[in-house]
C-alpha cells in the first residue's frame, strides 16, 4: 500500500509540476522553459539560481526536493507539522514560545495555567493583559493565516489594523484550529535591520547516514520589508542572506519581487547594514539544533528549524518542518556542491 501512494503522488507531482510550467508568469524562450522542465526545475529558478556560474546538478532541483520528503516516515510528521505536539515535545529541551490556548469552533481551550479562560470574551481581556500575543494555524507553513494582536489602551491591533472589542469578539470565532501563543521581542540585531518584522533564521539539519551525527547543512538570515508585514517571507517580498557557518556573518541579502531577483548590502527600507553583520551567539544557535536533532528527533534525517534571538539573548526554536524548502538557501549556495549534504541525497537514492 505504501508503494501504490508512493506511485500516486509521484504521478500526481509531475502533474502539478507540469501545470505550474504551464501558468508560471515568468517569460522564458519555449526552449529555455522545456530544458528546465527535463531537468525538474519550476520557471522561476532561471531567475532565483545562478545557472551560468554553477552546473544544474550542483542544485537540488524542484522535483528532487518532492522526491526528499519521502526520506521521512509519514507516520512523524506530525511530530512536527502541529504546532501544538512540536511544543509538548521540545519544551523540555530548549525554549520555544509558550503555547496559551486553542481556538476551536468558536470555544477557546486553555494550554497553559495562566490563560483560565473559556470564551473568545476571556481571551480578549487576556490580549489585553499581555499586550502582545500570536494566532497562528495549528497545522501550516510559510506564514498562512498567522495573525500579530497587540493591545492599546482601548483597543487591539489586529496585524496594524484597529479592532474594536465588538470587531475582536466576531474575528475570533471565526477561526477554527487557531493556536494562541507567545510572542518574541527579538534581538536589536535583528530588529535593527527591519523592526516591523520578526526576523528568523532557517537552518537546515540532516542526519549523516553512516555516523548517525546530525550536522547543520546551511542557514539563512530572513528579514522582513515593505509589504510583508510581521512576516519574514522570502515569496512575500523579504530578503535573506547566507549565514556563515563558521563566522556567523551574513552574505549579500536577495530578494525576489515582481519576478525579478535582487541583491542588497543594506536594507532597502531601512538602509541598515546586512552584509558583514554578525549574528550574536551564533555558536550556542549551531549547538543547539545538533542537540535537539541528536536526542528529541533521532529518527527524522532531515529538518527544518526556525529560530529567533530574543532582547535577553536566547535562542527560541519557532517551529520546524520535515520537508524545509531548499530555494531560500539555493539561491546563495547550490546544496549539492556541499560534499556532506551531496552524499546525504545520494544516499536516499535522491540525487545520483
Same mark, same amino acid.
Given at each position: 500500500?505504501?508503494?501504490?501512494?508512493?506511485?500516486?503522488?509521484?504521478?500526481?507531482?509531475?502533474?502539478?509540476?507540469?501545470?505550474?510550467?504551464?501558468?508560471?508568469?515568468?517569460?522564458?524562450?519555449?526552449?529555455?522553459?522545456? +530544458?528546465?522542465?527535463?531537468?525538474?526545475?519550476?520557471?522561476?529558478?532561471?531567475?532565483?539560481?545562478?545557472?551560468?556560474?554553477?552546473?544544474?546538478?550542483?542544485?537540488?532541483?524542484?522535483?528532487?526536493?518532492?522526491?526528499?520528503?519521502?526520506?521521512?516516515?509519514?507516520?512523524?510528521? @506530525?511530530?512536527?507539522?502541529?504546532?501544538?505536539?512540536?511544543?509538548?515535545?521540545?519544551?523540555?529541551?530548549?525554549?520555544?514560545?509558550?503555547?496559551?490556548?486553542?481556538?476551536?469552533?468558536?470555544?477557546?481551550?486553555?494550554?497553559?495555567?495562566?490563560?483560565?479562560?473559556?470564551?473568545?470574551?476571556?481571551?480578549?481581556?487576556?490580549?489585553?493583559?499581555?499586550?502582545?500575543?500570536?494566532?497562528?494555524?495549528?497545522?501550516?507553513?510559510?506564514?498562512?493565516?498567522?495573525?500579530?494582536?497587540?493591545?492599546?489602551?482601548?483597543?487591539?491591533?489586529?496585524?496594524?489594523?484597529?479592532?474594536?472589542?465588538?470587531?475582536?469578539?466576531?474575528?475570533?470565532?471565526?477561526?477554527?484550529?487557531?493556536?494562541?501563543?507567545?510572542?518574541?521581542?527579538?534581538?536589536?540585531?535583528?530588529?535593527?535591520?527591519?523592526?516591523?518584522?520578526?526576523?528568523?533564521?532557517?537552518?537546515?539539519?540532516?542526519?549523516?547516514?553512516?555516523?548517525?551525527?546530525?550536522?547543520? +547543512?546551511?542557514?539563512?538570515?530572513?528579514?522582513?520589508?515593505?509589504?510583508?508585514?510581521?512576516?519574514?517571507?522570502?515569496?512575500?517580498?523579504?530578503?535573506?542572506?547566507?549565514?556563515?557557518?563558521?563566522?556567523?556573518?551574513?552574505?549579500?541579502?536577495?530578494?525576489?519581487?515582481?519576478?525579478?531577483?535582487?541583491?542588497?548590502?543594506?536594507?532597502?527600507?531601512?538602509? +541598515? +547594514?546586512?552584509?558583514?553583520?554578525?549574528?550574536?551567539?551564533?555558536?550556542?544557535?549551531?549547538?543547539?539544533?545538533?542537540?535537539?536533532?541528536?536526542?528529541?528527533?533521532?529518527?527524522?534525517?532531515?529538518?527544518?528549524?526556525?529560530?529567533?534571538?530574543?532582547?535577553?539573548?536566547?535562542?527560541?526554536?519557532?517551529?520546524?518542518?520535515?520537508?524545509?524548502?531548499?530555494?531560500?538557501?539555493?539561491?546563495?549556495? @547550490?546544496?549539492?556542491?556541499?560534499?556532506?549534504?551531496?552524499?546525504?541525497?545520494?544516499?536516499?537514492?535522491?540525487?545520483?
Amino acid at each position: 500500500m505504501r508503494k501504490l501512494k508512493r506511485v500516486y503522488l509521484a504521478v500526481r507531482d509531475k502533474y502539478r509540476f507540469t501545470k505550474k510550467h504551464l501558468l508560471s508568469p515568468v517569460r522564458l524562450p519555449w526552449k529555455e522553459r522545456c +530544458a528546465l522542465w527535463r531537468w525538474g526545475f519550476e520557471p522561476n529558478k532561471r531567475v532565483l539560481y545562478d545557472f551560468q556560474k554553477f552546473s544544474c546538478s550542483d542544485f537540488l532541483s524542484d522535483e528532487q526536493m518532492l522526491a526528499a520528503r519521502f526520506i521521512n516516515d509519514y507516520q512523524y510528521y @506530525p511530530l512536527l507539522g502541529n504546532k501544538v505536539i512540536f511544543e509538548r515535545v521540545t519544551a523540555a529541551h530548549t525554549n520555544v514560545p509558550k503555547n496559551y490556548a486553542v481556538i476551536q469552533n468558536n470555544t477557546v481551550c486553555s494550554l497553559d495555567a495562566s490563560f483560565a479562560g473559556s470564551t473568545v470574551a476571556d481571551l480578549y481581556d487576556f490580549c489585553m493583559e499581555k499586550r502582545t500575543l500570536v494566532f497562528k494555524p495549528i497545522s501550516g507553513s510559510k506564514g498562512t493565516g498567522v495573525t500579530f494582536l497587540t493591545a492599546g489602551e482601548k483597543a487591539l491591533s489586529v496585524n496594524n489594523t484597529i479592532f474594536t472589542k465588538a470587531a475582536f469578539l466576531a474575528f475570533a470565532a471565526r477561526l477554527n484550529g487557531f493556536l494562541v501563543t507567545e510572542f518574541l521581542h527579538q534581538h536589536r540585531y535583528a530588529a535593527s535591520m527591519y523592526q516591523d518584522a520578526v526576523n528568523t533564521i532557517r537552518l537546515l539539519s540532516m542526519m549523516d547516514p553512516l555516523t548517525q551525527e546530525p550536522f547543520i +547543512a546551511a542557514a539563512v538570515q530572513r528579514i522582513g520589508s515593505a509589504g510583508t508585514g510581521k512576516l519574514d517571507n522570502f515569496n512575500r517580498g523579504a530578503l535573506n542572506a547566507l549565514v556563515d557557518m563558521d563566522s556567523g556573518r551574513l552574505g549579500k541579502a536577495a530578494q525576489f519581487r515582481n519576478q525579478k531577483l535582487s541583491w542588497h548590502t543594506h536594507h532597502p527600507v531601512t538602509q +541598515a +547594514a546586512i552584509q558583514d553583520t554578525h549574528v550574536p551567539c551564533w555558536p550556542m544557535l549551531k549547538a543547539e539544533i545538533v542537540k535537539l536533532h541528536k536526542a528529541v528527533f533521532p529518527f527524522l534525517s532531515l529538518i527544518g528549524w526556525d529560530a529567533v534571538l530574543t532582547e535577553k539573548n536566547t535562542w527560541y526554536i519557532i517551529e520546524a518542518n520535515s520537508t524545509p524548502a531548499v530555494y531560500p538557501v539555493q539561491i546563495h549556495l @547550490p546544496l549539492l556542491t556541499i560534499p556532506k549534504v551531496r552524499f546525504f541525497y545520494r544516499y536516499y537514492q535522491i540525487v545520483r
